[in-house]
């Protein structure tokens, strides 16, 4: 069970050191449509799953989404508090070991008033995201390593309170140990006292059958004697 533990808290150190990264957000393009959209990229430590359920729940604060072919669409989504009329989208993505969430537009449905403000506002939402999913995922990691923790915690007050018993238990083996031997030799010596005790009185009873012996003989010649008086 403690190795369980430890390997477990080893495992938690090995994260927490993975987690320890700086976000880097990248411009990059991704296939919308049959279309390239253009849009901002970040590399996260994480499965493919996390960052996809992530993905999803960040972007239902922006608007109302809707999910088709592994992309994600938020039609006129409210970013720092202004609403756009075209859609946004995202993805997440995986290329060998490396798991990305990209967030992006097609230019050609945006106006291009909005374009000058919404690269940066994509931009912001993805280094956002970035930090609230590494967050999230430590806190998880501190959460876990909490109830390692108690397990540990309740495991060591477990084995104290066996510990307690099994020395109060030993020191009541000890004085019962002690206390039998000294019944054994209080009955050893009880013994020896009912032996000499029954051997006196065996020979009480040959001595008393012998005076009994000699009284009726006593008795028999005081009736002779008896018979003899004319």
Same mark, same amino acid.
């Given at each position: @069970?403690?190795?369980?533990?430890?390997?477990?808290?080893?495992?938690?150190?090995?994260? $927490?050191?993975?987690?320890?990264?700086?976000?880097?957000?990248? &411009?990059?393009?991704?296939?919308?449509?049959?279309?390239?959209?253009?849009?901002?990229?970040?590399?996260?430590?994480?499965? $493919?799953?996390? =960052?996809?359920?992530?993905?999803?729940?960040? @972007?239902?604060?922006?608007?109302?989404?809707?999910?088709?072919?592994?992309?994600? *669409?938020?039609?006129?989504?409210?970013?720092?508090? =202004?609403?756009?009329?075209?859609?946004? $989208?995202? /993805?997440?993505?995986?290329?060998?070991?490396?798991?990305?969430?990209? @967030?992006?537009?097609?230019?050609?449905?945006?106006?291009?008033?909005?374009?000058?403000?919404?690269?940066?506002?994509?931009?912001? /939402? =993805?280094?956002?995201?970035?930090?609230?999913?590494?967050?999230?995922?430590?806190?998880?990691?501190?959460?876990?390593?909490?109830?390692?923790?108690?397990?540990?915690?309740?495991? /060591?007050?477990?084995?104290?309170?066996?510990?307690?018993?099994?020395?109060?238990?030993?020191?009541?083996?000890?004085?019962? &140990?002690?206390?039998?031997?000294?019944?054994?030799?209080?009955?050893?010596?009880?013994?020896?006292?009912?032996?000499?005790?029954?051997?006196?009185?065996?020979?009480?009873?040959?001595? *008393?059958?012998?005076?009994?012996?000699?009284?009726?003989?006593?008795?028999?010649?005081?009736?002779?004697?008896?018979?003899? =008086?004319?």
């Amino acid at each position: @069970m403690i190795k369980k533990i430890l390997l477990l808290y080893l495992s938690f150190s090995v994260s $927490f050191a993975g987690l320890a990264q700086t976000i880097a957000v990248k &411009k990059e393009n991704a296939r919308i449509k049959n279309e390239y959209g253009e849009g901002f990229e970040v590399v996260l430590e994480g499965s $493919f799953e996390e =960052v996809d359920a992530a993905l999803v729940k960040w @972007m239902k604060n922006l608007g109302k989404t809707k999910k088709a072919d592994n992309v994600l *669409v938020v039609n006129e989504p409210v970013i720092a508090g =202004v609403t756009y009329e075209a859609p946004l $989208f995202s /993805q997440p993505k995986q290329t060998g070991n490396l798991v990305s969430a990209w @967030m992006g537009i097609l230019p050609d449905e945006w106006s291009k008033k909005d374009l000058e403000t919404i690269n940066p506002e994509i931009r912001n /939402q =993805v280094y956002d995201f970035a930090i609230a999913f590494q967050r999230e995922k430590i806190q998880r990691q501190i959460d876990e390593s909490v109830r390692a923790s108690q397990t540990v915690e309740r495991q /060591q007050q477990r084995l104290q309170n066996q510990n307690r018993d099994l020395n109060t238990r030993i020191e009541d083996n000890k004085r019962e &140990k002690i206390q039998l031997e000294k019944s054994l030799a209080d009955n050893a010596q009880e013994l020896i006292t009912l032996t000499r005790r029954l051997e006196k009185n065996q020979h009480d009873q040959d001595s *008393v059958a012998v005076a009994g012996e000699q009284i009726k003989k006593v008795i028999e010649l005081h009736k002779e004697r008896l018979q003899k =008086v004319n």
